[in-house]
């Protein structure tokens, strides 16, 4: 396999690659949208709908580890403790180091430097962090119209991922022709 499966992302990504108005409701109201699509949601948990794009990118701390059953929520919190913007490789350690996560927290475009990560000027670094009660899910940038055919959206929607998506930590950039590779 060249890429992860998570099927909740899946779908919440092609849906809203391809919906602009489903993104927009995704985003305003996360928790109904999510049961629209038979996500079951625990009572307690606040989900918070973010979308990395050229000028912005989120970088998700996780939440203190504890045993969870397998569930959308899961899948999400999963897929936020792994993705990161390929324009910050190599970030994806950083989250499970306390000393770099209070570093992170306090200046993260400085944190970053100091791992020879360079943060273009025009890009707004903003750290979130989930908890066991509120859960990021973060969008990647949405593809250009030209790099997203329908088989690729079909893929996604199944959960293929590809390693340009669960991985991006490994790219140097956003290549969406790669999740066509994906078995």
Request: aromatic residues 8%.
């Amino acid at each position: 396999m060249n890429g992860c499966r998570n099927e909740t992302m899946g779908k919440i990504m092609a849906k809203a690659w391809s919906d602009p108005g489903f993104k927009k409701r995704l985003q305003s109201d996360p928790a109904t949208v999510l049961m629209e699509l038979r996500f079951s949601l625990p009572a307690d948990m606040e989900i918070v709908v973010l979308e990395n794009t050229p000028e912005m990118t989120y970088l998700v701390l996780g939440a203190p580890r504890r045993v969870e059953p397998l569930s959308a929520i899961y899948d999400i919190k999963r897929f936020g403790d792994t993705y990161r913007d390929p324009r910050l490789h190599p970030f994806n350690w950083v989250s499970h180091d306390p000393v770099h996560t209070a570093r992170i927290k306090t200046d993260p475009v400085a944190a970053l430097a100091e791992m020879g990560i360079e943060v273009a000027e025009s890009m707004t670094v903003k750290v979130v962090e989930n908890s066991w009660t509120r859960t990021h899910l973060v969008l990647p940038p949405q593809p250009a119209p030209g790099d997203l055919d329908d088989d690729t959206l079909r893929r996604v929607s199944e959960g293929w991922l590809g390693p340009t998506v669960c991985h991006a930590a490994l790219y140097g950039s956003l290549d969406y022709r790669m999740f066509a590779n994906a078995t």
